[in-house]
């Protein structure tokens, strides 16, 4: 099973962690299943970009995003060209590395 790494953020995951996963879960699924509190204010339909990441390693063994995902990239804070929506990109047999930005657009938090 693929591992997903996220790389420690201050505020969501302090000390970083490491979680195994059935391929075809998303990124953002997988996170709050593995107590990661990603932002997701659109409920995970690609009506936002809270749930912004960067895939630091295993980018490519992504699926390509779809029009509407990079539309919305566009609006996402410390966009990068290996940043995709959690909600959409789906795990296939590589291991990824994820940073979740400091900053989202989110004018609140759902969490909060």
């Not at 505020?11 to 709050?32: F, Q, R, T």
């Not at 659109?42 to 009506?47: M, P, R, V, Y």
């Not at 940043?83 to 909060?112: F, G, K, M, W």
Request: hydrophobic share 35%; net charge negative; charged share 30%.
């Amino acid at each position: 099973m693929p591992q997903l790494i996220f790389l420690p953020n201050e505020e969501i995951c302090p000390e970083g962690k490491v979680i195994e996963v059935e391929p075809g879960i998303s990124i953002c699924d997988a996170a709050l299943q593995n107590g990661i509190e990603i932002e997701h204010a659109c409920e995970k339909s690609c009506a936002c970009t809270t749930c912004h990441v960067i895939v630091r390693e295993g980018f490519d063994s992504l699926e390509p995003s779809d029009e509407l995902e990079d539309d919305m990239l566009d609006k996402a804070w410390g966009l990068e060209p290996e940043s995709r929506l959690s909600c959409q990109a789906l795990v296939a047999d590589e291991d990824l590395v994820i940073e979740i930005p400091r900053y989202t657009i989110n004018q609140v938090s759902e969490q909060h």
